[in-house]
């Protein structure tokens, strides 16, 4: 296997041999290719895309560049949910405890920030103390005792995709179907789960921007889960707007915090949310459908039992509990900055957008710009106004926070760009889109 030669191959629009890219990925995971010619192949095949054939046998190296972890000594049908990124999109963060106090095991492999999107990881790690960085030992224990664990790829669980998903996000590869299926069913697979739901999001602030992408991302997915005895589940999500108001990683815990006191129901991340908890529910069996479900996972949020597990949560991997309780404690959490509306805003807002927001939300220090960056972990913003919502000159639109005073001015300006005003409210349309499984796909509401 001589990289350069898979390169040209790549560029001149030719298929690699399954053996080649087997070979590829054990070799760039030892460190055997550099980030340059990994960086080189990624762009030729982004450009020139990947057969299905090579993607599955993408996914399977990944998958197999590390331990594929066998938990069936452990009780319970254990589910997990993974999304394809968005901005603002803290539903793990929600969802998760909300399962696991129904009494479904949830573990959980997540992303950093990618693109323009934030990750889990990245979030998690705004609470003081939290490590997602468990041994694989840890990781079962703290599922055997809790039902709850959430961590990111390691040195022995898909390794491959921890590396390629940090050069993608800084080198522009990140748009590719068979990129994005590899990277998230190869981590999702090796974790050892019986079952897997998906946020396939789709829109401007999405990386599948079209409605046709977005459906054949998800069949690809739940194409591959299905290939592996692993029922999967896609939501489709409308990610044009962000998804609530806090973009960027401790303001994004702060609200996932409220969310699960109650603060945002019937809010359209709640709607995400609870879909996707009745559908992880019903997977793990302790629900018969996904509508009953939906209705065990809001009591769960109603009672404080999934605010609860949240903070057992926070506490076994390391983190500060009370910051759960008292979230402005924390260092940080003082809005630093402004935005108001300029003076010929009037009426309502009427667009917000997603993809702008995200990029400032990075620009700030929320993401990476190269692979060596650190990111500012109360780097962020939460909307005072969301799309719909009436609006005045002067009026606050956002507050920034984060330790980059130097970039706030432009990030307001950014901020400030991503609003379009006008005299009529906009028709509300529904954040749930459809859903796909083995059935199809069927109208969800
Ligand atoms: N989430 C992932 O884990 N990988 C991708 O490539 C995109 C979203």
Not at 179 to 194: F, P, V, W
Not at 222 to 247: E, F, K, N, Q, S
């Amino acid at each position: 296997m001589t990289p350069a030669r898979l390169i040209e191959a790549k560029r001149d629009g030719r298929a690699l041999a399954a053996d080649d890219i087997r070979a590829l990925i054990a070799a760039y995971t030892a460190g055997d290719v550099p980030d340059y010619q990994m960086s080189a192949l990624l762009m030729a095949g982004f450009l020139n895309g990947f057969s299905d054939s090579e993607a599955a046998a993408l996914t399977d190296a990944m998958l197999h560049s590390g331990r594929v972890l066998d938990l069936s000594a452990l009780p319970g049908t254990k589910v997990d949910k993974h999304s394809t990124g968005g901005v603002g999109d803290k539903v793990s963060l929600i969802l998760a405890p909300i399962v696991a106090s129904c009494g479904v095991p949830v573990p959980m492999i997540s992303g950093r920030g990618l693109g323009h999107t934030g990750g889990t990881l990245d979030k998690l790690e705004s609470i003081p103390g939290f490590r997602t960085d468990l041994s694989l030992t840890e990781y079962k224990a703290q599922l055997d005792e809790l039902g709850i664990v959430l961590i990111g790829q390691t040195d022995d669980l898909a390794p491959a995709d921890r590396k390629l998903y940090a050069l993608r996000d800084v080198t522009a590869t990140v748009e590719s179907i068979p990129l994005i299926a590899a990277s998230i069913m190869s981590k999702k697979l090796a974790e050892g789960i019986d079952a897997l739901t998906l946020d396939v999001k789709c829109g401007r602030g999405a990386f599948m921007k079209s409605e046709a992408d977005a459906r054949a991302l998800a069949e690809t997915l739940v194409g591959i889960g299905t290939a592996h005895d692993t029922p999967t589940v896609a939501l489709m999500t409308r990610m044009d707007v962000p998804l609530g108001c806090a973009v960027g990683n401790w303001p994004e815990v702060v609200e996932s915090i409220a969310a699960l006191r109650g603060a945002h129901d019937d809010t359209p991340l709640m709607t995400v949310t609870y879909a996707l908890a009745g559908e992880m529910l019903a997977l793990g069996g302790v629900a018969d459908t996904p509508d009953a479900g939906r209705a065990k996972a809001r009591a769960a949020v109603a009672n404080g039992q999934a605010l609860d597990c949240l903070r057992t949560l926070v506490a076994a991997q390391g983190g500060d509990p009370s910051v759960i309780d008292d979230p402005d404690a924390r260092p940080g959490s003082a809005p630093a900055y402004e935005v108001t509306a300029p003076a010929d805003a009037s009426g309502y807002v009427t667009d917000l957008d997603a993809l702008a927001l995200g990029w400032a939300a990075v620009d700030l220090g929320a993401g990476r710009r190269t692979k060596e960056d650190t990111v500012d972990p109360t780097a962020g913003f939460g909307l005072e106004h969301h799309i719909g919502d009436s609006v005045a000159p002067g009026a606050c639109l956002a507050r920034i926070y984060g330790t980059h005073t130097d970039r706030m001015d432009a990030t307001a300006a950014s901020i400030r760009e991503a609003f379009t005003f006008g005299p009529e409210a906009p028709e509300p349309s529904n954040v749930l889109m459809a859903r796909y499984s083995d059935d199809g796909w069927t109208s969800v509401a």
